[in-house]
């Protein structure tokens, strides 16, 4: 015969599913507007490196009357001048950055470049591995005439620092 025991200290499979429904449908409302939260802080972390990149340029060309070398397209994310003088370059006085960014939010490089095709000749920021909803909310804060993109492979975006 089957003894039922007075003391029931556990939870019916019922009440577990209404719990774990719970949680799902919270989920299911949190999870979207945190990846939204995390993307907008990543778009305006790049703003602020730009922004203080667009600075650093625009205070070495007033030291020095020329431009930082870019680095013509290629995939290095060195230091243009910027942190270190270029022996080759006078009136430098700088750092006019701490230090160059090693990498951008996306985990891809930051490369000061000379664009000729999007701008015409001009001195831009590469933002490498940028998604498309990124770029969207880039132009969005910094102008569509600041913000180009283009694609080989990989998502560039170009952030105008100066035209020539």
């Known amino acids: 015969m089957f003894v039922k025991p007075e003391n029931n200290k556990g939870f019916t499979l019922v009440e577990l599913l209404t719990v774990v429904a719970i949680i799902a449908i919270l989920v299911a409302v949190v999870a979207p507007n945190l990846f939204r939260a995390i993307e907008k802080s990543k778009v305006t972390a790049v703003v602020a490196d730009y922004m203080n990149i667009k600075t650093a340029t625009l205070a070495y060309y007033s030291d020095t009357g020329n ?14 001048g910027f942190v270190k003088q270029n022996p080759n370059v006078d009136n430098w006085n700088g750092p006019y950055l701490e230090s160059w960014p090693v990498k951008n939010p996306w985990g891809k490089n930051y490369v000061f470049v000379e664009e000729n095709d999007l701008f015409g000749p001009a001195r831009c920021l590469r933002v490498d591995g940028v998604p498309e909803t990124a770029a969207e909310s880039l132009q969005e804060q910094l102008g569509e005439t600041n913000v180009k993109t283009k694609k080989n492979g990989v998502d560039y975006v170009y952030l105008l620092i100066a035209k020539d």
């Open 67 to 80: 431009w930082p070398v870019g680095n013509s397209g290629d995939n290095s994310d060195t230091d243009p």
